[in-house]
């Protein structure tokens, strides 16, 4: 996890619901952060300009 980059992304806000997914929400979108398998899911809102 700290080999992750963030500073681009202009993460905003952090929600953890269990132990092992930790939402951040960012410009434009938001990620999904999976502790027990370390992978991150990147999700972009629609009709963005």
Do not use: C, D, R
Request: proline share 2%; aromatic share 16%; glycine share 6%.
């Amino acid at each position: 996890m700290e080999s992750l980059f963030w500073a681009g992304l202009y993460p905003n806000s952090i929600a953890v619901k269990e132990s092992a997914h930790i939402y951040v929400g960012m410009l434009a979108g938001y990620a999904v952060v999976n502790t027990e398998t370390q992978q991150v899911s990147f999700f972009k809102f629609k009709n963005l300009k």
